[in-house]
């Protein structure tokens, strides 16, 4: 009997893993494939995300084996450099192999405590009052009180669940690829300037080129060198000598969302939820965003602290930030057509890209650092997530390691009091805060602000539920009296 069985081992539900195995629930996770992808595909990690690795402790391992480059023309493709001043601590792209984030976080799941099975693919479930039955491929039926599709845009899941997938079907389809190619740079820059906004061969380590080239029809074939060779003629006019190809793919622009994230105890996440084309790079960014968001409500549901509205939060927080992205994944698409209504609102869009303010918003929309959650009336920072301080232990960011709630307190004079085994407490009067006080959830979200005790009770209850007697946990008796 497990507390939780995740189906699918990529980003998602490896990251999933290691947040509940922070609050100690049994986890199992399921992947059908019997090895890790050993195809080496580039991925970028956004502002957010980084963010989210820096308050679990993983960022520095997976900045040994990525490459910084300079936050900007995520939008479309548009050339404008990063506005300035954006506030956050890691504001850059960290570009780094997709097998290599994978196994980072698989690694750290599993040293949480998490299981792993290679080779196991669901076949069916069935759920009741007390948990649900999952049936392998192979026959084993496991029993877990919650299951998790993490299992990719085909997810068995939400097909065996039921759940509706509304959106476009993809009306194009585009090639990506990495490979050799036989002729010298001057000759493919004067062949791919100018061509089409999705049409690009760019150099990508020793002999070796991306090359990203509208694909000829439709398919649900695999992608082959022949493939690209035949796209690249239809697009330039020749096939630029590509060879030794070292991976190969293919994906469309359909764009859908699930439309539920929960039945029952059956939840959804990443692409299960929701798939849309790769404009601005948000695919692995999004899934990895909603295992923090799921993670410690579903461990506190498991552990028997959740209050009754918590888990539903989930949906209804993490359902309308998907309808944003597909939303500006579709402006995206539409702005890199060569018809002349796009590509006269792609040179508008340019112009006002110019506006700090303009570029802001958009890059802010694309990093998810100008994510607010609807927490009710309050401050601005209310619902949005707050940057990695100076504070006097270090860095904020360091102190939610463990996946725990956080009060930051200038006061001196507040307290977690019976939520102090689910909520840390640093009461730090030089923390570069604004206001007295704020209540931070496992996510860095913040839930509270103030220097009201009882309305900072409130607010605990709301979100950590009802305070255990004599409960004793985290460092606050450590820190809160630091000077």
């Given at each position: 009997?497990?507390?939780?069985?995740?189906?699918?081992?990529?980003?998602?539900?490896?990251?999933?893993?290691?947040?509940?195995?922070?609050?100690?629930?049994?986890?199992?996770?399921?992947?059908?494939?019997?090895?890790?992808?050993?195809?080496?595909?580039?991925?970028?990690?956004?502002?957010?995300?980084?963010?989210?690795?820096?308050?679990?402790?993983?960022?520095?391992?997976l900045l040994e084996h990525g490459r910084?480059?300079?936050?900007?023309?995520?939008?479309?493709?548009?050339?404008?450099?990063?506005?300035?001043?954006?506030?956050?601590?890691?504001?850059?792209?960290?570009?780094?192999?997709?097998?290599?984030?994978?196994?980072?976080?698989?690694?750290?799941?599993?040293?949480?405590?998490?299981?792993?099975?290679?080779?196991?693919?669901?076949?069916?479930?069935?759920?009741?009052?007390?948990?649900?039955?999952?049936?392998?491929?192979?026959?084993?039926?496991?029993?877990?009180?919650?299951?998790?599709?993490?299992?990719?845009?085909?997810?068995?899941?939400?097909?065996?669940?039921?759940?509706?997938?509304?959106?476009?079907?993809?009306?194009?389809?585009?090639?990506?690829?990495?490979?050799?190619?036989?002729?010298?740079?001057?000759?493919?820059?004067?062949?791919?300037?100018?061509?089409?906004?999705?049409?690009?061969?760019?150099?990508?380590?020793?002999k070796v080129h991306r090359v990203v080239?509208?694909?000829?029809?439709?398919?649900?074939?695999?992608?082959?060198?022949?493939?690209?060779?035949?796209?690249?003629?239809?697009?330039?006019?020749?096939?630029?000598?590509?060879?030794?190809?070292?991976?190969?793919?293919?994906?469309?622009?359909?764009?859908?969302?699930?439309?539920?994230?929960?039945?029952?105890?059956?939840?959804?996440?990443?692409?299960?939820?929701?798939?849309?084309?790769?404009?601005?790079?948000?695919?692995?960014?999004?899934?990895?965003?909603?295992?923090?968001?799921?993670?410690?409500?579903?461990?506190?549901?498991?552990?028997?602290w959740a209050p009754d509205s918590l888990?539903?939060?989930?949906?209804?927080?993490?359902?309308?930030?998907?309808?944003?992205?597909?939303?500006?994944?579709?402006?995206?698409?539409?702005?890199?057509?060569?018809?002349?209504?796009?590509?006269?609102?792609?040179?508008?869009?340019?112009?006002?890209?110019?506006?700090?303010?303009?570029?802001?918003?958009?890059?802010?929309?694309?990093?998810?650092?100008?994510?607010?959650?609807?927490?009710?009336?309050?401050?601005?920072?209310?619902?949005?997530?707050?940057?990695?301080?100076?504070?006097?232990?270090?860095?904020?960011?360091?102190?939610?390691?463990?996946?725990?709630?956080?009060?930051?307190?200038?006061?001196?004079?507040?307290?977690?009091?019976?939520?102090?085994?689910?909520?840390?407490?640093?009461?730090?009067?030089?923390?570069?805060?604004?206001?007295?006080?704020?209540?931070?959830?496992?996510?860095?979200?913040?839930?509270?602000?103030?220097?009201?005790?009882?309305?900072?009770?409130?607010?605990?209850?709301?979100?950590?539920?009802?305070?255990?007697?004599?409960?004793?946990?985290?460092?606050?008796?450590?820190?809160?009296?630091?000077?």
């Amino acid at each position: 009997m497990f507390d939780v069985i995740i189906a699918g081992c990529g980003p998602t539900g490896a990251m999933l893993a290691a947040e509940l195995r922070l609050h100690d629930v049994r986890v199992l996770v399921l992947e059908k494939q019997t090895e890790p992808v050993s195809f080496v595909r580039i991925v970028g990690l956004h502002i957010r995300s980084l963010e989210l690795m820096a308050m679990r402790g993983l960022l520095d391992r997976l900045l040994e084996h990525g490459r910084r480059r300079p936050a900007g023309a995520y939008f479309a493709a548009i050339d404008k450099p990063a506005p300035p001043a954006i506030e956050s601590a890691h504001a850059y792209l960290l570009g780094i192999p997709q097998p290599v984030i994978v196994r980072i976080l698989e690694e750290h799941a599993i040293h949480l405590g998490a299981q792993v099975r290679r080779g196991a693919a669901v076949a069916g479930f069935e759920q009741d009052d007390e948990g649900v039955t999952v049936e392998l491929a192979a026959g084993e039926q496991l029993r877990a009180r919650y299951l998790v599709g993490c299992d990719g845009g085909r997810s068995i899941v939400r097909e065996l669940l039921g759940v509706g997938f509304p959106g476009e079907p993809s009306r194009t389809e585009t090639l990506m690829g990495e490979m050799e190619v036989g002729v010298p740079p001057e000759e493919i820059a004067a062949k791919v300037t100018g061509i089409h906004q999705s049409f690009s061969i760019q150099p990508f380590g020793e002999k070796v080129h991306r090359v990203v080239v509208p694909a000829v029809g439709l398919s649900a074939e695999p992608a082959t060198l022949d493939d690209f060779r035949q796209a690249l003629h239809a697009i330039a006019g020749t096939d630029f000598g590509v060879h030794a190809p070292r991976w190969l793919s293919r994906f469309g622009d359909a764009t859908r969302l699930a439309d539920r994230y929960r039945v029952g105890r059956v939840l959804l996440a990443g692409d299960a939820a929701h798939i849309h084309p790769p404009a601005g790079g948000q695919g692995l960014n999004l899934g990895v965003q909603d295992a923090v968001n799921l993670g410690w409500k579903l461990a506190a549901q498991v552990r028997g602290w959740a209050p009754d509205s918590l888990l539903d939060t989930y949906q209804a927080e993490r359902h309308p930030v998907a309808e944003e992205v597909l939303d500006n994944t579709r402006a995206q698409v539409a702005l890199s057509s060569t018809e002349p209504g796009p590509r006269a609102l792609r040179r508008l869009l340019t112009e006002l890209m110019d506006f700090d303010e303009v570029n802001r918003y958009l890059l802010e929309k694309i990093t998810a650092i100008g994510l607010r959650y609807d927490f009710g009336d309050g401050p601005d920072l209310l619902g949005r997530r707050l940057r990695d301080l100076e504070v006097a232990q270090g860095r904020l960011y360091d102190l939610l390691h463990h996946g725990r709630g956080l009060l930051l307190d200038r006061t001196g004079r507040l307290t977690t009091g019976g939520w102090s085994d689910r909520v840390d407490h640093l009461a730090d009067p030089t923390a570069a805060l604004e206001v007295p006080g704020v209540l931070l959830r496992p996510d860095g979200h913040v839930a509270w602000i103030g220097d009201d005790q009882r309305d900072l009770d409130d607010h605990l209850t709301h979100w950590f539920g009802e305070p255990a007697s004599g409960a004793v946990g985290g460092f606050d008796d450590v820190v809160q009296d630091l000077p």
